[in-house]
C-alpha cells in the first residue's frame, strides 16, 4: 500500500488569499493526482501532476488558478490561488502504482484530503 | 460520455441488516470497476476491484458483483455494522486512460 499525508489537514481562509496544499507520499510511485470533492458530490480530477514539468488540466481547471509542482517522484503541492467562497471544497491527493502490466495490477490511493473553507 | 450513476443517493437501515448499493455505467471501453468506502473526513479507501471477466468478488462483509454486458454492479453489505456508515463510490476506469470515472456514491447510514 502507499500511505498519503497531506497538509494542511483544514484550513479557513479569507477571499483572495491563497492556500498551497502539500501531498506527501511514502514511496515513489507512478502518477500522482490532484482531486476536488464539493459537499455531495463526487470527486472531479483537478490535474495530472507531472514530475519535472507542467501539469496536465482537466477542462474548467487552469494552471493560473492552481498551479501544481511536482519536484519528484514522492511529493507535489497544488495550490488554490485567489480564492472564493466556491473554492470551499476537499481537495484530494491521489497515486497510482503499477504493480504489473494489467489494469487489475495498478492500485490507486487517495489522501486524507484538506478541508478548505472560504470566507 | 462516460458516465457512472449510483443508486439510491442515501440509505438508512438498522444495524444488523443487509443492503445492496447499485451502479450503472456507460463507460467503454471497459477497463475495471471498483468500490471505494469513504468515511466522513477521509479519502477513499478501495473496497474490491473488478475486471471484465469477473462476476463476483468478496471482501469481508462486502461482496460487489458485476454484470458486463449490462454495464452494471452492486455492493452487497452484510450484516451491517455502525462503522459501515460512509459514502461508497463506484469507480469505473475504461480502457486506454489512467483517468477513472467517478460516481457520485451512496451515503449508507446504518443506526443502532
Known amino acids: 500500500s502507499a500511505v498519503i499525508s497531506q497538509k494542511p489537514s483544514r484550513d479557513i481562509c479569507q477571499r483572495g488569499t491563497s492556500l498551497t496544499i502539500q501531498c506527501q507520499v511514502d514511496?515513489?510511485?507512478?502518477?500522482m493526482f490532484w482531486y476536488r470533492q464539493q459537499p455531495g458530490q463526487s470527486l472531479t480530477l483537478i490535474a495530472t501532476?507531472?514530475?519535472?514539468?507542467?501539469?496536465?488540466?482537466e477542462s474548467g481547471f487552469v494552471i493560473d488558478k492552481f498551479p501544481i509542482s511536482r519536484p519528484n517522484l514522492t511529493f507535489s503541492t497544488l495550490t488554490v490561488s485567489n480564492m472564493s467562497p466556491e473554492d470551499s471544497s476537499i481537495y484530494l491527493c491521489s497515486v497510482i502504482r503499477m504493480l504489473g502490466s494489467t489494469s487489475v495490477q495498478e492500485t490507486q490511493y487517495f489522501g486524507p484530503g484538506t478541508r478548505l473553507l472560504v470566507l | 460520455k462516460n458516465q457512472v450513476e449510483q443508486s439510491p443517493q442515501s440509505l438508512i437501515i438498522l444495524e444488523g441488516k443487509n443492503c445492496t448499493l447499485q451502479c450503472n455505467y456507460t463507460v467503454s471501453p471497459f477497463s475495471n470497476l471498483r468500490w471505494y468506502k469513504q468515511d466522513t473526513g477521509r479519502g477513499p479507501v478501495s473496497l474490491t476491484i473488478?475486471?471484465?471477466?469477473?462476476n463476483t468478488k468478496s471482501n469481508g462483509r462486502y461482496t460487489a458483483t458485476l454484470d458486463a454486458d449490462t454495464k452494471q454492479s452492486s455492493l452487497h453489505i452484510t450484516a451491517s455494522q455502525l462503522s459501515d456508515s460512509a459514502s461508497y463510490i463506484c469507480v469505473v476506469r475504461g480502457g486506454g486512460s489512467y483517468i477513472p470515472t467517478f460516481g457520485r456514491g451512496t451515503s449508507l447510514i446504518v443506526h443502532p
Open positions: 514511496s515513489q510511485v507512478t502518477m
Open positions: 473488478m475486471t471484465f471477466s469477473e
Open positions: 501532476a507531472n514530475q519535472g514539468s507542467e501539469a496536465t488540466y
